[in-house]
């Protein structure tokens, strides 16, 4: 028989956890519900659809989806009925309760195609409250044979009720040498560019790829670095980055920086990163800073960071005055 379509491949570095996801299916023992939870850009859609496909198939070759089985070419069209994805509406940001009602009244009917169904509810931690209480009705009633899979970014923001009834699936940040041969697959950048962009995407491949077909980011981490390098820090600069870039990337900026500073102090100044040359005179910036002081502003950064993705109300212009604010402390003997 024909083979209707291949599905696409689970990327290198979450090989591991698909093969946990197969064993839910080989040893007949599949949560009514998982939630995959990571960050954006590790490939955790792929992981969804993968493992729908596998739900679905009529006939597994050897623990994967065959690819040419009524489910798998009907999910390879996007009309399998049985398969129920869901998503923020363009132009919103969240879940609606609307939304959920639609798919537990769907999750009721008996399965018409093969023996189950499955909903994906990607971006689940963007569910309104009222949605997420009536997808816990849904959790706490299962229809037969029914799997839910929820993808999130932000694993805090899911309620405990139902994080509960649900199997949790972490998709990490891999380590630069587990992606180092898919990004010289999928990239002609340079090795230091791509270490870079590797960086500033949070360890997220998928992401560094976008971040490396636009050199924007290099033009944030040279204006935060020019900035940080003039004799008196002026937040209004790194403020005037937001007309068009998001907190979140000037950040990210500054963390590479005070990252690469310190090994700066590591190794001496012959060591060679990606974000300073010899031009930059490190030497006069970080001469007067000890190693603890870059340390202190190294975990400011990651209290920033953790404070962004926890979704805590910063005003932008607020955030980037106080970091400001500690990079005159330090590194020109300023107040804060
Ligand atoms: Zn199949």
Redesign the pocket.
């Known amino acids: 028989m024909e083979v209707c379509n291949e599905f696409d491949d689970i990327y290198s570095w979450n090989l591991l956890l698909w093969k946990q996801l197969k064993e839910f299916v080989v040893k007949k023992r599949v949560p009514q519900a998982i939630i995959i939870n990571g960050q954006n850009g590790l490939g955790k859609t792929a992981l969804a659809n993968k493992f729908a496909a596998l739900l679905l198939?009529?006939?597994l070759v050897k623990g994967n989806?065959?690819?040419?089985?009524a489910?798998?070419c009907l999910i390879r069209q996007g009309s399998h009925i049985d398969l129920s994805y869901i998503s923020a509406e363009e132009g919103s940001n969240i879940i609606k309760i609307e939304q959920i009602r639609g798919l537990s009244e769907k999750l009721t009917k008996s399965a018409a195609v093969g023996k189950r169904k499955v909903a994906i509810i990607d971006g689940a931690d963007t569910m309104q409250d009222k949605a997420a209480n009536s997808l816990l009705k849904t959790l706490e009633e299962p229809s037969d044979n029914t799997i839910i899979i929820l993808i999130t970014t932000n694993i805090a923001k899911v309620p405990a009720t139902i994080k509960s009834r649900c199997s949790y699936v972490p998709v990490t940040t891999p380590l630069f040498e587990q992606v180092s041969s898919f990004m010289s697959n999928n990239t002609d950048a340079p090795d230091a560019d791509i270490r870079l962009a590797y960086h500033f995407s949070m360890q997220a491949p998928l992401t560094t790829l976008d971040v490396l077909n636009n050199d924007r980011f290099k033009n944030i981490i040279g204006t935060v670095k020019s900035c940080y390098l003039s004799k008196d820090v002026r937040a209004t600069e790194l403020i005037g980055l937001l007309k068009s870039d998001s907190l979140t990337e000037i950040i990210k900026a500054s963390y590479l920086i005070i990252y690469e500073l310190i090994s700066f102090k590591v190794f001496g100044v012959s060591y060679a990163g990606p974000i300073f040359s010899s031009y930059d005179n490190v030497d006069s910036l970080i001469g007067n800073v000890d190693i603890y002081e870059l340390y202190e502003i190294y975990d400011y950064h990651n209290e920033l960071y953790s404070e962004i993705s926890m979704g805590t109300v910063w005003q932008p212009n607020t955030m980037l005055v106080s970091l400001g604010c500690v990079w005159n402390k330090f590194f020109k003997g300023g107040v804060c």
Do not use: K, L, T
């Open positions: 198939c009529h006939d989806a065959c690819g040419y089985c489910s798998c």
